[in-house]
């Protein structure tokens, strides 16, 4: 059973630029978390979906960052003109219950 | 809200000592308490966990924690470290509800000398 994937697992982005992390839950799992962790910082959340549906975004800047989980395919959090303080790793977890599986992290780069 | 303390962003030891790491925290229910174990440039992978029943949790790789509700605390201890334990340790809380945001504390580095 194959554990979370994410992709790319390094980014580079220059400012202004746009970044696309792509996630893909474990099998059988259908709600998505998606993490922002900065150097010398613990992981923060950023948002919560099930298939189509946004549960909670209450850790998602108000600008430029969006996130969704369709039907069909992989959760995609998306970060538009890209600013040096995006630069962070990106990790996704999937659930079925209360335990949250991690995959390995996407790390953006802004130049 | 919910919050996560854990004290000493590093922590070293000899080979063969007791590791304790330090969690507290803060939360207005019941929690459900973990602990993940981050090696470089990897995801998090779950130690152990508290959700019900008994205080006392045991993981993987020999590491333990124990739930104490009157102190609010999560220490995470293993009786004797291994080189292989070199590595960064989170500790983390969400509400008693399954489908949970994790709340996570800033981290600790083990580091585990010869």
């Known amino acids: 059973n194959a554990g979370v994937m994410q992709n790319p697992r390094h980014l580079v982005r220059r400012r202004g630029q746009e970044a696309r992390l792509r996630c893909s839950p474990m099998k059988g799992h259908s709600h998505v978390y998606w993490y922002r962790q900065l150097p010398e910082e613990g992981l923060k959340f950023m948002v919560y979906?099930?298939?189509?549906?946004?549960?909670?975004e209450s850790g998602m800047p108000k600008e430029r960052f969006s996130a969704e989980f369709p039907k069909e395919g992989p959760s995609i959090l998306r970060i538009q003109q890209v600013v040096r303080g995006d630069s962070a790793a990106y990790f996704c977890?999937?659930?079925?219950?209360?335990?949250?599986?991690f995959g390995p992290g996407t790390r953006l780069t802004v130049t | 809200a919910q919050s996560v303390t854990q004290l000493g962003s590093h922590v070293s030891v000899s080979e063969g000592a007791l590791v304790l790491l330090r969690c507290n925290y803060s939360?207005?229910?019941?929690?459900?308490l973990f602990w993940y174990v981050q090696y470089p440039n990897q995801g998090l992978q779950l130690l152990l966990k508290y959700t019900t029943g008994a205080t006392l949790v045991k993981g993987i790789n020999g590491f333990e924690a124990e739930f104490k509700k009157s102190e609010t605390s999560f220490h995470l201890t293993k009786p004797s470290a291994h080189m292989s334990d070199a590595a960064e340790y989170f500790c983390?809380?969400?509400?008693?509800?399954?489908?949970?945001?994790?709340?996570f504390g800033k981290g600790t580095m083990l580091l585990v000398s010869p």
């Open positions: 939360s207005s229910v019941p929690p459900y």
């Open positions: 977890a999937s659930s079925r219950a209360d335990e949250q599986y």
């Open positions: 983390a809380v969400s509400l008693a509800s399954g489908y949970s945001t994790l709340t």
């Open positions: 979906l099930q298939k189509e549906n946004i549960i909670d």
